[in-house]
Each structure stands twice: as C-alpha cells, then as structure tokens.
C-alpha cells in the first residue's frame, strides 16, 4: 500500500470531524490533545446544523470563533449540512455503516447541490475565505452527491480510502483513514484493535487520522488517539490538504 505522494517527507493528514456548537466541549478536549501531541491545527470538519438542532449563525459566539480557528490556520471543511440521513433510502451502507447520519447517500443531485452551496455560502461567509473542501457524513457518498460537488466546483473531497479532486477526477492521496468509534463496545473494540494494527505496519507515504466528538466518552480511546498520533508522528509530519494538490 503506497500513498500517491512521494519525494518528500511522509505526510499526515489529521482532522476534527463534526465541529458545531452541539459539541464545543468535545471539540475543545479533542483540539488540547492534538495540541500537546504535536498537531496544532488539524482540518476542522464543519456541520452548518448538527441534527437541525444546532445551527451556526453569522455573528453569534461560535462563528466569531470559527473565523479565529481559520485565521490561526486550521483548514475549514464543509461536512454535510444536517449530518442525519432522513430519506430512509440509503440502503445497506447506511444502516450498517453509520447511526443514520449518512446524509449525501441518497440524496439526488439537485438536493445535494442545495445543500452544498448553501453550507459553503454560510461557511465562506464567517471565515472569510473559500472552504477547503467537503467531506460527506460518515463519508459516504451517492452519485447525486458526486455529481453536485462535480458541479460545484469544489477542489478537495475524501472518503473511506481516497482524497480527490472531485471536479477533475484526479486522486490526491489513496490511503486509508484511521479512525475511531464509541457507538457500540463492538464498535470500540474493533477501532482499538485497528488503531493498535496501524502503528504496527510499514506505513505509506500519507496517513490520515480523524477523530470524532464520540470519542471523548472513552478513556481508552483517547489513549488509543494520542498514543497512535504519537507513532505517526515520528514518521509523518502533519500536513495541509490544500498541499495535496500542489504536490500531486
């Protein structure tokens, strides 16, 4: 297994996923630990409104500091906009690989454009600058999702296993995420064990490593997330998205 980037130093791309007003606690923790561990600015993964019950609003607190985690050089993604899936048509995917929240699995591609633009306009509006990308739900992704973020233009998506250009088709980075899950002790033991694997492996040339508001519920996956970032680390050093496309 082998990134797509090589001739440099190895890469690690980190990021805080589902960043809202609903999880500013969780957030703060999981931004501390990357801090103290070596990463001080991951990729900040932004949900406009969380479930519909938080919305970010222009002007208030949480988008003052928005705009201040972007000036400091965090790079700001669009990350869906409900993060709840309420077609109940995502199949397979969305009832095993996610509690619901695969919200661009089944959406067509007018409705996923809707709501891409309206995030990134809303987004764009408080940092002042253009978003770095989109990341659907539990990245995953339906043709109507591909489509809208083929039409909007937007330079950098990710799922599962790749990093790409979604307008030119161009892959950026193929490698897969490390991540980590709470949502069942089935879920959690597995993760563990995945995360543990990882650092035991001849690693490719870029790493990813997301974590996610959940995971601060459990001691031993916070151990798990700074002892992994700890090992990545002596290889990978962290890196920007937006340096893919410069160095693909």
Same mark, same amino acid.
């Given at each position: ?9 190895? @890469?690690?791309?980190?990021?805080? &996923? +589902?960043v809202g007003p609903r999880s500013e606690g969780a957030f703060d923790r999981l931004h ?5 561990? $070596? ?11 969380? #479930? ?6 222009? $002007?208030?607190?949480?988008?003052? !500091?928005?705009?201040?985690? *972007? +000036? ?7 990350? =869906?906009?409900?993060? @709840? ?9 969305? %009832?095993?690989?996610?509690? $619901? ?13 809707? !709501?891409?633009?309206?995030? %990134? ?7 002042? @600058? ?8 539990? #990245?995953?992704? $339906? +043709?109507?999702?591909?489509? *809208?973020? !083929? ?8 799922? &599962? ?7 030119? =088709?161009?892959?950026?980075? %193929?490698?897969?995420?490390?991540? #980590? ?13 995945? *995360? ?18 959940? +995971?601060?519920?459990?001691? *031993? ?12 680390? %002596?290889?990978?050093?962290p890196t920007r998205y937006a340096d893919l496309g410069h160095a693909a």
């Open positions: 297994m082998t990134g797509t980037i090589m001739g440099s130093m190895p @890469r690690l791309l980190a990021s805080i &996923h +589902d501390a630990l990357f801090a103290v561990t $070596g990463v001080p600015t991951p990729a900040l993964l932004v949900v406009p409104n969380h #479930w519909g019950e938080a919305p970010i609003r222009p $002007g208030t607190p949480f988008a003052t !500091r928005l705009r201040a985690l *972007a +000036d400091a050089g965090h790079e700001i993604f669009l990350h =869906g906009w409900f993060h @709840r899936d309420d077609s109940g048509q995502g199949g397979f995917r969305a %009832k095993h690989m996610t509690a $619901g929240e695969g919200e661009f699995l089944a959406l067509d591609a007018a409705e996923a454009a809707r !709501r891409i633009a309206a995030g %990134k306009a809303l987004l764009e509006d408080i940092i002042g @600058r253009p978003v770095t990308g989109f990341v659907a739900p539990a #990245w995953l992704y $339906g +043709d109507g999702a591909r489509e *809208a973020l !083929r039409m909007a233009a937007i330079p950098l998506a990710e799922d &599962h296993w790749r990093v790409w250009n979604p307008t030119t =088709g161009a892959i950026l980075a %193929k490698t897969p995420v490390i991540t #980590w899950a709470s949502r069942t002790p089935m879920r959690l033991r597995s993760s563990l064990l995945v *995360a543990a694997l990882a650092r035991t492996l001849s690693l490719p040339s870029t790493m990813r490593l997301a974590v996610h508001p959940g +995971d601060v519920t459990s001691p *031993a996956l916070l151990a798990s997330i700074t002892t992994t970032l700890r090992s990545l680390l %002596k290889t990978h050093r």
